[in-house]
């Protein structure tokens, strides 16, 4: 396990540690069996190979040397859940239907008793150590500079659940935050705008219009465009009574040459 410290660099070979090395894509796949409380001869695949590639995200987040079995079972599991999601042959028709599964099945099992008979194994030496003299304690290998980390009944991947639950509940509670790209409205073309609804002499209510638009950014470039629109004498407001104004198109031609001066 390599750890890395805030800048990405690796931390001092002292503080470094030493994780048992006998997990493996396997042991991955019984822990995730368990977790579930679901029967090895049961396993339902989609999710079993959805979690699996979670877990192997989070160790390449966590910067864990990810051997290659565990890229080739995660390879395996996708071809595997495209099997199961294919048409099984009907029975009906006197086909007899071949479960996918069979083969992960069987090595889960065949995996499963190996490591069963290996704790039995280990705890039968416990116990000699605990009955003769241990004898003396064999030389450090070249290369090994610290004891191994004694996870006593744990395994790396019930410490991986423990994060991963943690992480999830905070992306739960701490959603990422919505950006919002903002529209840019111009003065010009609220004029544009403006100009083509006066078509056929009728007066304009400026608070209809103003409601009828779909932003704030909008209103108030509409807003300023009736300011200079009136400054140049293309309309007339008049008050309408309870804060309505209305706007008259005046007679004065436009000049295309001043929407020029309202590009932005």
């Not at 991955?28 to 679901?38: G, N």
């Not at 989609?46 to 989070?58: G, R, S």
């Not at 051997?67 to 999601?85: G, N």
């Amino acid at each position: 396990m390599k750890l890395v410290d805030g800048h990405g660099g690796l931390l001092p070979a002292s503080w470094r540690v030493q994780l048992p090395a006998f997990e493996g894509p396997l042991d991955l796949l019984l822990h995730l069996v368990r977790v579930s409380e679901i029967e090895i001869t049961d396993i339902p695949v989609a999710p079993i190979c959805d979690q699996f590639h979670e877990y192997l995200a989070l160790m390449d987040e966590l910067d864990l040397d990810i051997a290659a079995e565990y890229i080739y079972e995660a390879a395996r599991l996708i071809q595997l859940k495209a099997k199961v999601l294919l048409p099984q042959p009907d029975p009906e028709a006197g086909e007899a239907p071949e479960d996918p599964r069979r083969e992960l099945i069987e090595r889960l099992l065949e995996y499963q008793r190996l490591k069963e008979a290996a704790q039995t194994l280990a705890e039968v030496d416990d116990l000699r150590h605990g009955l003769w003299t241990r004898g003396a304690t064999p030389a450090a290998a070249p290369g090994d500079d610290g004891e191994e980390f004694d996870m006593g009944d744990l395994s790396l991947f019930d410490l991986l659940q423990v994060l991963r639950n943690v992480l999830k509940r905070y992306d739960e509670e701490h959603p990422s935050p919505l950006t919002y790209q903002g529209e840019t409205f111009s003065v010009r073309g609220q004029i544009e705008r403006l100009l083509q609804r006066f078509d056929g002499g009728r007066s304009l209510d400026l608070q209809d219009d103003l409601f009828s638009l779909s932003s704030r950014a909008e209103a108030i470039a509409c807003f300023l465009a009736v300011l200079e629109m009136a400054r140049l004498n293309l309309v007339r407001l008049h008050s309408a009574g309870d804060s309505s104004v209305l706007l008259f198109r005046t007679t004065r031609p436009l000049d295309p040459i001043l929407l020029e001066d309202f590009s932005g």
